[in-house]
């Protein structure tokens, strides 16, 4: 079982930076893949990054190309969303999730067993 919990939400201006925080805590040895999803107000859930238990495979949403950065640190079991260029379309609520997967990454809601609470991300004007 992974327990996930989301860190580093908040607001910030356009053009500005934010970091999130996803930490795992996993009763498990099996290696998994994680992912960072968001919902903005009246809209479903959509992709937004994916990285594989290595580290070295990623795949992001063409809105996120670019600005965004995952990345992991399986030594504190923890992935991170470093976003960049905020825009006010990036306000929304962001989850983490994780899939249990030895080198695949997935951009599906669906393929991930676990979610984080959610941290919300608002980007003023």
């Known amino acids: 079982q992974v327990q996930l919990v989301e860190l580093g939400g908040g607001s910030v201006q356009a053009r500005g930076s934010l970091r999130l925080s996803c930490q795992a805590s996993a009763r498990t040895t099996r290696r998994y893949a994680m992912g960072w999803f968001r919902q903005a107000p009246g809209k479903e859930r959509e992709f937004a990054a994916a990285i594989n238990f290595s580290g070295g495979s990623t795949y992001y949403a063409d809105s996120v190309k670019g600005r965004f950065t995952i990345s992991r640190d399986n030594t504190k079991n923890t992935a991170y969303l470093q976003m960049n260029s905020l825009k006010p379309e990036d306000t929304a609520v962001y989850y983490c999730?994780?899939?249990?997967?030895?080198?695949?990454?997935?951009?599906?809601?669906?393929?991930?067993?676990?979610w984080g609470q959610g941290t919300p991300v608002t980007v003023s004007s």
């Open positions: 999730a994780a899939a249990y997967s030895d080198s695949m990454c997935y951009i599906r809601s669906q393929d991930y067993y676990y």
